[in-house]
């Protein structure tokens, strides 16, 4: 299982999981001015469609993720579509997607740069502002689809480190 971070002090131990986990430069280290807040581990699926695509083919087509967000092995939220992240203490974010490099092998879901667009209750989301998705293993679909209509559920798990600005 890998490490879970749940206060901004672990910003430096973080530092370097970053640097490993976004190649390309796509981002870094939280930037001075931001603290990471927490770093959960999601375990789930990525939910795919099968539908015709702009060449009038059956594709698999992205849907929504369904997973449990955890710390230290403990349950504390779910992640869904929106894309949207709810921890038990009741504060909620939902983000865009700003940018992305591949994951580590073509089974592996992009890693993700994401900005948050809504936020709602007071607890750890409170006041994120970015979000990024490291260490993706799984959830990539594979071959085609047999026929319009039907879902594939794909295992999945990455890290989302939630950041904020500094006080």
Not at 3 to 10: T, V
Not at 80 to 91: F, I, K, V
Not at 140 to 157: D, H, I, L, N, R
Request: net charge neutral; aromatic share 8%; with cysteine.
């Amino acid at each position: 299982m890998r490490k879970c971070f749940p206060h901004a002090s672990a910003a430096a131990a973080l530092a370097t999981a970053f640097a490993i986990s976004m190649p390309y430069g796509l981002v870094s280290a939280p930037k001075p001015g931001e603290i990471l807040t927490a770093t959960l581990h999601a375990e789930g699926a990525q939910i795919y469609h099968c539908t015709h695509n702009g060449e009038g083919k059956l594709a698999w087509q992205f849907r929504e993720p369904v997973a449990t967000l955890l710390l230290n092995g403990e349950t504390v939220g779910r992640h869904y579509a929106g894309p949207s992240w709810e921890l038990r203490d009741g504060s909620a974010v939902s983000a865009r997607v700003t940018a992305q490099t591949p994951g580590a092998t073509h089974d592996d879901i992009p890693l993700l740069l994401l900005e948050v667009t809504a936020s709602r209750g007071q607890g750890l989301l409170s006041g994120i502002t970015t979000i990024h998705r490291l260490n993706t293993v799984g959830g990539m679909t594979q071959g085609p689809c047999p026929s319009a209509g039907e879902f594939k559920s794909v295992a999945y798990s990455a890290d989302y480190a939630f950041i904020r600005k500094g006080p």
